[in-house]
């Protein structure tokens, strides 16, 4: 089993930043892949941005030079979350990928809203 714990939404100004955090415990040894995926009210969950053991990431292009995810893909991943937008505005949820739970794990999520 692996629990995942999100933290660091709140609420900014368009044009700022936050910083989201999510560490891993329990049986981490079976991570080889962790994401951050949002969901907007009404819309369907998606992929923000992954990284991959051995340091691959994938960004969605809606935030390709704005946000950065890092980490060491197996116990903790962040997500820099810079010129914010109002659209940006969403649940973000931690995601980790098991060799052996294929299904992954969730996050309880963390909250950011981006409102003047």
């Known amino acids: 089993q692996v629990q995942l714990v999100e933290s660091g939404g709140g609420l900014v100004q368009p044009g700022g930043s936050l910083r989201l955090s999510c560490a891993a415990s329990?049986?981490?040894?079976?991570?080889?892949?962790m994401s951050w995926y949002r969901q907007a009210p009404g819309k369907q969950r998606e992929l923000v941005a992954a990284?991959?053991?051995?340091?691959?990431t994938i960004y969605a292009d809606s935030v390709k030079g704005r946000f950065t995810i890092s980490g060491d893909a197996k116990s903790t991943v962040y997500l820099q979350m810079n010129s914010l937008k109002p659209e940006d505005t969403a649940a973000y949820y931690c995601?980790?990928?098991?060799?052996?739970?294929?299904?992954?794990?969730w996050g309880q999520g963390t909250q950011v809203t981006v409102s003047s």
């Open positions: 995601k980790a990928l098991s060799t052996t739970h294929p299904q992954g794990y």
């Open positions: 329990g049986s981490t040894f079976s991570i080889y892949r």
């Open positions: 990284i991959i053991n051995g340091g691959s």
